[in-house]
């Protein structure tokens, strides 16, 4: 049962959401009883947006053999905009978990994303869309996560990315674009032993991806 109320005054908007059901591994059989409650706000006005929100989560996890593990999760969204001239915009967000398992800190998890970027499209010729923006990504993965191939997430993963897009519309339907990265990276390998003495396992590993959920 998923429920939520999006009062709004303007230029502010207020919600709150709350998500009470049970969920069931596809692959293992456990079943999963979901409590989570959240509050958000929202400003729009002009040249400034931003929003935030904030989720608790609780998950109990029963396994076939009946073994019960409840884990607490924090989530912060936020995200901004700026209209510094009609020509240029700057926007960023920062996204945050946190995970507590009863099993002990070795099935805790985090996830930060922190993105910042500046924008260009000249308002004189609106064809060009230009966008430089630098991320950082740090991933602590929990025992549940699994990459898109549904093997388990085993790299705790620190990124720092910049990026350049710039994007050319010739015609209303065509338009040609380009993109430059550079993702410089480190990785630990996910191994049972505390989280402190991964952290100093850092080793460059150029080919670590993020965890999916």
Not at 2 to 12: I, M, Q, T, Y
Not at 50 to 62: G, I, L, N
Not at 141 to 158: G, L
Not at 184 to 203: D, E, K, M, W
Request: with cysteine; proline share 5%.
């Amino acid at each position: 049962m998923a429920s939520g109320l999006p009062p709004k005054v303007e230029p502010w908007l207020f919600g709150t959401n709350t998500d009470i059901g049970t969920l069931v591994d596809s692959r293992t059989g456990a079943k999963i009883d979901r409590e989570a409650g959240g509050v958000r706000i929202g400003y729009g006005f002009e040249s400034v947006q931003f929003s935030s929100a904030v989720e608790y989560r609780v998950d109990k996890t029963r396994q076939p053999d009946q073994a019960l593990a409840e884990r607490t999760t924090w989530l912060y969204r936020n995200s901004f905009k700026y209209q510094l001239t009609p020509d240029w915009r700057l926007l960023g967000k920062f996204n945050h978990a946190d995970s507590t398992s009863s099993l002990g800190q070795f099935y805790d998890g985090g996830y930060t994303e922190a993105v910042v970027g500046y924008g260009y499209r000249p308002v004189d010729h609106d064809r060009l869309n230009a966008l430089a923006k630098y991320t950082y990504f740090y991933n602590v993965p929990t025992t549940e996560q699994v990459t898109p191939q549904y093997v388990a997430a085993q790299f705790i993963q620190k990124s720092h990315i910049g990026a350049l897009d710039v994007t050319y519309y010739i015609t209303d339907r065509w338009s040609v674009g380009g993109r430059s990265n550079a993702i410089p990276s480190a990785c630990s390998r996910a191994t049972q032993v505390s989280r402190s003495a991964l952290s100093r396992q850092t080793i460059a590993s150029p080919g670590c991806a993020p965890s999916s959920t």
